[in-house]
């Protein structure tokens, strides 16, 4: 395989050694080396999968640091994405059951 190669293809790769291993047609001098190969589609298919998600976290990190802005392309204004101020306690009730 390729140093190119894809997460699919090392996928594809590691299922088809475990079919031949769990039916039974492998032998001894041949299951060191399937062994020995499934553990380089493993580390492979780690690093895909660390480098897909370092640049998934990137553009979230991206997006965050963006401001926020309304469709008119107006800022948001710091009031309108604060917490709503809690209505006046009826009569009678605890003021805390409002907070």
Known sequence: MTTDATYRHAIAELEAILRALET??????????????SSE??????????????AIDRVFDDL???????????PVAPEAT???TP???RAGLSPRLFE
């Open 87 to 89: 209505a006046a306690p």
């Open 24 to 37: 039974d047609t492998v032998d001894v001098d041949e299951l060191t080396t399937k062994v020995q190969r």
């Open 82 to 84: 604060s917490k709503p």
């Open 41 to 54: 589609l493993i580390r492979l298919c780690k690093q895909k999968l660390r480098a897909a998600e370092t």
């Open 64 to 74: 965050d640091e963006e401001p926020d802005w309304e469709p008119t392309g107006e």
